[in-house]
């Protein structure tokens, strides 16, 4: 992140106990060891969950959205490993999956979807998993900093939240239908709204399609849904996005169906799309179509999925 510019800390203290470590380090040390250490994690998560061939997982490492997250030192790499590697494991080692998925709340925007996806699938041990994991890691912060940690961090919210709805030049930065919005002229009431709709109309989504799935499609449907259904996301938290285009190229190469060229050029934009917004040239309110357009071919896809086997 640029060190000239405010880059404020808004995450809860459960992620001042995970970089906890990386303050033994000098910067130089710690900014890779953070970047490489979670950008492992990623391709180790896409390997296991989609394929294991080395142009796949070369093509994950390269894509636009990951180079902007080593660019920035952000944590996109380590969502996007919790979520996709949870989810896989909730139904076989829930237990597992669900001290992944609980670590997620580090950065709780990301999660908004993740319980309705485990509910919805009847992943409950992986459910109870997560929940004790966020307690557990909520407790250890607490010992760690001391409970004034706490109010001073529910304290920063109202400021924060104000300072960032008054961000302007960042928005070509946020893939959200909530900044798509603004950048289209829209007010922020208006905005809020409409965002808040979109987020019902995924999670409706998302609903069923682990009531009917829990495989790669589903989880895929979950990744995206889950840009489209927070308000707040940047460019570096869109290597899920880059994991969901993975889980769904393994799909259908597994299935054996052949890919349409409309299906070819949304994983073409889907892909690229992220470079587009670093540009100078384009300003427009479009980062969320390439996103809306991805998802909607993930649903029509989930249509001819495997049915979920009950239990």
């Known amino acids: 992140m640029a060190p000239g510019t405010q880059n404020p800390f808004p995450y809860p203290p459960i992620f001042i106990l995970l970089l906890w470590p990386l303050s033994f380090m000098p910067y130089e040390a710690a900014y890779p060891v953070w970047i490489v250490g979670t950008l492992a994690l990623f391709v180790w998560a896409v390997a296991a969950t989609c394929s294991r061939l080395p142009l796949c997982l070369l093509g994950v490492i390269v894509a636009p959205a990951s180079i902007a997250t080593i660019d920035s030192g952000q944590s996109g790499f380590l969502a996007a490993a919790l979520i996709t590697a949870g989810v896989r494991l909730a139904g076989s080692r829930p237990v597992l999956g669900g001290i992944l998925l609980g670590i997620l709340t580090y950065k709780p925007q990301l999660g908004l979807l993740v319980p309705i996806a485990l509910a919805s699938a009847g992943f409950w041990p992986a459910f109870r998993a997560a929940c004790a994991t966020a307690v557990g890691l909520a407790v250890v912060a607490t010992l760690a900093f001391g409970w004034a940690v706490w109010p001073a961090w529910f304290s920063m919210l109202p400021a924060y939240a104000e300072m960032f709805d008054q961000w302007t030049g960042t928005l070509r930065f946020m893939p959200t239908v909530i900044a ?69 190229i393994a799909a259908r190469v597994e299935s ?12 073409i934009l889907a892909y690229i799309f992220p470079a587009l917004m670093q540009t100078r040239y384009l300003h ?27 239990g």
């Not at 799935?213 to 996005?241: E, F, K, N, Q």
């Not at 071919?297 to 049915?307: E, F, V």
Request: glycine share 4%; with cysteine.
């Open 284 to 310: 427009q309110p479009v980062s969320a179509v390439p996103l809306m357009l991805f998802f909607g071919m993930i649903l029509w896809n989930a249509r001819s999925a495997p049915a979920r086997q009950p």
């Open 180 to 248: 798509n919005l603004e950048l289209a002229g829209c007010t922020l009431a208006v905005a809020k709204i409409v965002q808040a709709l979109v987020a019902l109309a995924v999670a409706v989504l998302v609903w069923r399609c682990f009531r009917q799935h829990s495989g790669r499609i589903a989880t895929a449907a979950l990744l995206v849904g889950t840009i489209l259904a927070t308000p707040h996301a940047y460019i570096y938290d869109l290597p899920m996005v880059v994991a969901a285009m993975a889980l769904f």
């Open 256 to 267: 054996g169906a052949a890919f349409s060229l409309a299906e070819i050029d949304i994983l």
